[in-house]
């Protein structure tokens, strides 16, 4: 059965079936060679639907868009720009902490490339920065979504394992951050090198206090949500509609940018965006049942085990298995695959699931900026209206580079993680 599955899903994949079909498929080939009924998979396939968690998704997709064209994202720049964008690589840092924080307010790595990078593309470039350098930055930065909560691949990994959600939203923020900086710093060393400064000199207090009263909306909007879910306010499904209708009374009656006509298409669009998040999620849990009635998680298992019981030989192996897997997976279904197989191990060496769950979601976060399938750097391109070749340069090897490098300090230094869950509890 395990030949026929995989053998399915690599033949379905790499002759361009969507993800959520070829997982489907795979699970359906599968049947053939098992007693298991039809009707059981069928079901399996809705139930794994049928979870008050993941109404999450379709509500911060929403609310994303909703921020996204209710002028939330323009005001962060501004302020952003006026605070930052006289440094040397001023922009590119600009645009760098204004997709860590949009991407706090949405959740999404390719909404955030989209919605930023729109903006900052164009300004960087007609400011004389080289273009490669620019649409590296804006895909790499982007998967900054997917770690700084709220974060909809946190919210698979929790309904996947169990795991507290509101666990993994705080554990996502300091691995965030850290992730934010490399990137920051990298830009600095770039901009020094190359010149690349703002010529409209320093802003003055005023212009700075101006941009702050506008963009305040925007960034009270992470500390009412976040704080909402740890003062035990509302739980993390609660807080996505509380997120609709802030953006949505922001953006229509204090930023007076969005129009009542514009929602149906609003909502049309994410729900859309939610259903193709959602049906990976039951195809891979249809997939990963029929996996656990072979007894191919606990076969995996024992055969990495048997290969080492050291924790730190074994992390290395999961980093190395999730980096390739994410330049080929979507990280919904990614999670929805591995978590299972992982978690045997897992709890038998002792490791927290909620820092395995940061592992697992830095290394498919970095995934959407690898080729040949990195969603990100098609996402990049397409803003600007260019070949994916101009994405894929040696700044975003060397944003890679940064990435792993802090990907190692935050699998073996679990504290980055762990440090605000185990404060918190």
């Known amino acids: 059965m395990s030949i026929v599955m995989f053998g399915a899903l690599i033949i379905l994949i790499a002759i361009g079936v969507p993800i959520a079909l070829s997982l489907t498929g795979a699970t359906l080939a599968a049947l053939f060679t098992t007693d298991v009924s039809f009707l059981v998979v069928v079901q399996r396939f809705f139930t794994s639907m049928d979870s008050f968690s993941l109404m999450a998704i379709p509500f911060f997709m929403m609310a994303g868009l909703l921020m996204e064209r209710g002028g939330i994202s323009k005001r962060l720049i501004n302020l952003a720009n006026l605070l930052l964008g006289n440094m040397y690589g001023g922009l590119a840092i600009v645009l760098i902490i204004v997709s860590a924080f949009f991407g706090a307010l949405t959740g999404s790595s390719a909404a955030t490339v989209a919605a930023i990078g729109g903006i900052m593309i164009p300004s960087m470039i007609k400011q004389g920065y080289d273009e490669r350098f620019t649409l590296a930055t804006s895909a790499s930065s982007g998967y900054l979504g997917c770690i700084i909560p709220p974060s909809i691949p946190m919210i698979t990994y929790g309904v996947a ?138 076969k995996i298992a024992t055969a990495i085990i048997s290969l080492t019981d050291n924790r730190i030989v074994f992390l290395l192996i999961v980093n190395l298995v999730l980096l390739i897997m994410g330049t080929f997976m979507e990280t919904n279904a990614a999670i929805m695959i591995t978590a299972p197989i992982f978690l045997p191990i897992v709890q038998a060496l002792g490791i927290d699931l909620v820092h395995f769950g940061m592992i697992m979601i830095v290394n498919l976060a970095i995934g959407q900026i690898t080729p040949p399938l990195g969603v990100n750097l098609f996402v990049a391109a397409g803003v600007h209206g260019g070949s994916i070749e101009k994405v894929v340069n040696k700044h975003l090897v060397w944003y890679l580079i940064i990435s792993i490098l802090i990907l190692l300090l935050i699998t073996y230094i679990p504290g980055i993680s762990m440090m605000l869950p185990q404060f918190l509890k």
């Not at 939203?169 to 600095?188: D, H, K, N, Q, R």
């Not at 000199?201 to 009263?213: D, M, P, Q, W, Y």
């Not at 009542?260 to 994410?270: E, N």
Request: proline share 4%; glycine share 14%; with cysteine.
């Open 161 to 298: 394992t169990g795991v507290s959600i509101g666990a993994m939203f705080m554990a996502g923020i300091f691995p965030g951050i850290l992730l934010a900086l490399g990137m920051c710093c990298y830009a600095l060393y770039e901009g020094k090198k190359r010149n690349y400064k703002a010529h409209n000199g320093r802003a003055s207090l005023k212009e700075i206090g101006i941009a702050f009263r506008e963009a305040i909306w925007a960034l009270f909007m992470p500390v009412i949500i976040l704080g909402g879910i740890y003062g035990g306010i509302f739980t993390p499904t609660e807080a996505s509609c509380v997120a609709l209708f802030y953006g949505l009374i922001v953006g229509v009656f204090v930023y007076k940018e969005l129009k009542i006509r514009d929602l149906p298409g609003m909502i049309k669009q994410s729900m859309v965006n939610a259903a193709m998040v959602m049906f990976i999620i039951a195809g891979a849990t249809a997939f990963g049942y029929l996996m656990t009635r072979g007894a191919i998680p606990t």
